[in-house]
């Protein structure tokens, strides 16, 4: 590594370091109402350190694909947040409230996610660099009604991975209307040559303590030699739900 690229890399280390420990923002979940006092959320920002930083707000769309990876658009649009960018003196705090503006009929929850971006104090110049932004929170926001529940489904076939090798596809998706972590998750798959095979955390990788949200199935590939291709299996999914 070149000397003067192994410095400055040290020194954005050292920089991201120093506003890790000077700023500190709360809550990180949220549940908003469609409508009433509910859909109102106040959060607020810490500043722990020296000198005085600015803070930029944003809502961004949340979406997880089969592969459990999350995708992001921003939907500023649906909220209000007064302010979108405040400056926090130092050792003093901050209030941002986020209020829904979206329709208040949803049939089930809605996910996002709150941005809180620690910017430089002259932000208001256009930048496409990377190094303007030197911290980011970023909070869950979920938008629904009391009464919307999760409903887990899950199937497991037979199938082939791509280098050949046999297991199971397990498919797992949450037909209800509000978002659930299934933690700690055992799932059971019955006539397995003639056997109940028991698959836990480790097994189930990405399955297990995953956030499914209402409408996002999730699936994974599990390799067993004892799988027979097509197959459907009956099988029991069984976790502890957080939510």
């Avoid at 959320?41 to 949340?62: C, K, M, P, W, Y």
């Avoid at 979406?63 to 979108?84: C, H, I, Q, R």
């Avoid at 405040?86 to 809605?110: C, I, R």
Wanted: no cysteine; charged share 15%.
């Amino acid at each position: 590594m070149h000397k003067s690229f192994r410095n400055l890399l040290v020194a954005v280390m050292m920089a991201s370091a120093a506003y890790l420990s000077a700023f500190s923002f709360q809550p990180m979940f949220v549940r908003l109402d469609t409508t009433g006092a509910g859909n109102v959320q106040t959060f607020q920002v810490s500043n722990e350190g020296d000198t005085s930083i600015a803070i930029r707000f944003s809502v961004l769309t949340r979406t997880v694909g089969l592969d459990g990876k999350e995708a992001n658009k921003d939907a500023s649009a649906l909220f209000t947040m007064y302010p979108a960018r405040v400056v926090v003196e130092p050792h003093s705090n901050a209030a941002m409230k986020l209020q829904w503006n979206g329709p208040s009929d949803l049939t089930a929850e809605n996910s996002f996610r709150l941005v809180a971006e620690n910017v430089a104090l002259d932000s208001s110049v256009q930048t496409t660099s990377g190094l303007r932004v030197m911290f980011r929170y970023m909070a869950s926001v979920y938008v629904g009604k009391p009464d919307f529940t999760p409903r887990l489904s899950w199937v497991v076939k037979g199938a082939t991975g791509a280098s050949g090798v046999k297991g199971f596809s397990v498919q797992v998706v949450n037909n209800g209307t509000r978002h659930v972590i299934a933690d700690s998750a055992l799932l059971t798959i019955s006539g397995v040559k003639g056997k109940v095979l028991a698959l836990g955390t480790k097994d189930l990788g990405i399955l297990s303590g995953a956030n499914y949200l209402p409408g996002s199935p999730q699936s994974l590939f599990i390799p067993n030699s004892d799988a027979i291709p097509g197959s459907i299996y009956n099988a029991k999914l069984e976790f502890d739900p957080k939510f």
